[in-house]
């Protein structure tokens, strides 16, 4: 349940656990992940219940952070296309190293969970959150952007079933294949970050690259277990 002092503004779908007894048993492994998944979970924290399986354990962004700060410079503008609970929008912002950040989410309740989590961490007001279909508003609101930005996706894989498979098909990723998500963002922008399953098909990787194209995939791992990773298009100068 909600803290009580929380429990009157927090929108309907919208939970902050403070105690076991409270969790679903079907997400009650991750939390109590918590502290991983958000350092200052205590501090209220909001989530949906889908949102435990799909959002960034905080170590892992920080370090994707890193990562993609080392972009060209001439790149000033990151976007978030599915923003989510705001973990990885949160430590963009957290390392100082945009002029713009824009945090895209089609679900308004997911996106007031992103908007708080953001307060939390004292950073909100330095995200342009966008409230949209991420295709719509990269060929609409964001089109002259593109050129100096870089997109980062951390797309819906369909739900936790992605690791009953040893190899994960990512054309049948739902409800975006592979080959979606990167026609679409390539199209405006020349660098991508796609944040996708461990077990992903590393032949389907390679085939997204053109010739030329310069891509790099990097396993995030903690505690000893890769938990996800990034496939890097075009040049980032990742140590």
């Known amino acids: 349940m909600a803290t009580d002092e929380a429990a009157e503004d927090i929108p309907a779908g919208v939970h902050h656990f403070d105690t076991a007894d409270d969790v679903p048993f079907e997400i009650s492994k991750y939390w109590h992940q918590r502290k991983s998944i958000f350092s200052r979970y205590d501090d209220g924290i909001w989530m949906t219940d889908d949102l435990w399986f799909g959002v960034t354990p905080e170590p892992v ?26 973990g990885n929008t949160i430590q963009f912002a957290l390392s100082g190293r945009w002029n713009q950040i824009f945090a895209v989410e089609k679900d308004a309740t997911v996106l007031a969970c992103a908007k708080h989590n953001a307060e939390i961490y004292g950073v909100a007001k330095k995200i342009v959150w966008i409230h949209g279909d991420v295709f719509d508003v990269l060929a609409k ?18 739900g936790p079933t992605y690791a009953d498979y040893e190899v994960f098909d990512l054309d ?44 790099r995939v990097i ?21």
């Open 61 to 86: 962004a920080k370090k994707i952070a890193l990562d993609i700060a080392s972009a060209p410079a001439s790149k000033r503008i990151l976007i978030d296309a599915f923003a989510g609970a705001g």
């Open 141 to 158: 609101k964001l089109k002259f952007q593109l050129k100096n930005a870089v997109i980062f996706g951390s797309p819906p894989w369909g």
């Open 219 to 239: 396993h995030y791992c903690m505690s000893g277990s890769s938990k996800a990773l990034c496939v890097y298009v075009g040049g980032f100068a990742i140590e």
């Open 172 to 215: 049948v990723m739902e409800p975006y294949s592979l080959t979606a998500l990167h026609q679409a963002f390539s199209k405006g922008a020349s660098h991508v970050v796609l944040y996708l399953p461990r077990t992903s098909a590393l032949e389907q990787l390679a085939q997204i690259a053109q010739d030329g194209e310069k891509m």
